[in-house]
């Protein structure tokens, strides 16, 4: 049997990693659950490595809630001190408060949008970008401003830009990569 090609970041020692990056990373998300729980990681992510985050991944659902929005919306000062000694999780305290602000904002926003999904996948039309090689775009430049004028944190453009890979808005997935469109199993 052939071992498959993958991207070159995917470290082939860590399960999880190869788990994430086979089944999820690229792949267009449209549950606003999921897209709160990647945004979530994701500002949790900054300063750190993506790998760190994905081996708390089970502990920051637990200590989430499951990223359960009105959960996540109504938590309280007793709470955020809760999350601030959970071992599990990166715990950052301004990460941690916002990552309780962003979800009021992101609920805020889809009600506004009808969904943060539909808010996500307007900037792109519905379409999927395919590119590689970059840390930011125009387009994360810009879904960034809009979070940061809506007041939402650890949304800078490089940030965004992991997300919008994250949840397959941009496929990223280097040329020689099974995962690349049109190369799956």
């Known amino acids: 049997m052939t071992e498959k090609i993958r991207c070159s970041w995917a ?8 788990r994430y990056h ?16 990647m945004l979530v990681l994701e500002g949790f992510q900054a300063g750190l ?40 999780i ?5 990460k941690i408060r916002a990552a309780v602000k962003n979800a009021r904002i992101f609920r ?5 949008w009808g969904s943060f999904d539909r ?10 970008i395919h590119e590689t090689g970059q840390v930011r775009s125009e387009l994360s ?9 809506r007041g939402m944190k650890f949304v800078g453009s490089v940030i965004i830009y992991s997300y919008l890979q994250a949840v397959g808005v941009i496929d990223s997935h280097e040329e020689t990569c099974f995962c690349r469109q049109g190369k799956r199993a």
């Open 22 to 37: 086979d089944e999820e990373w690229g792949i267009p998300v449209h549950d606003d659950r999921r897209l709160f729980e």
């Open 11 to 18: 470290n082939p020692k860590n399960p999880l990693y190869i």
């Open 90 to 94: 990166v715990r950052n305290r301004l």
């Open 141 to 149: 430049d810009a879904v960034s401003e809009d979070l940061k004028r």
């Open 49 to 88: 490595s993506w790998e760190c985050i994905l081996n708390k991944r089970e502990a920051f659902r637990r200590a989430f809630d499951g990223f359960d929005l009105e959960k996540v919306c109504e938590y309280d000062a007793e709470k955020l001190e809760a999350l601030r000694q959970d071992p599990g």
């Open 108 to 112: 805020d926003m889809q009600r506004e």
């Open 119 to 128: 808010y996500l996948w307007h900037w792109t039309e519905g379409k999927r």
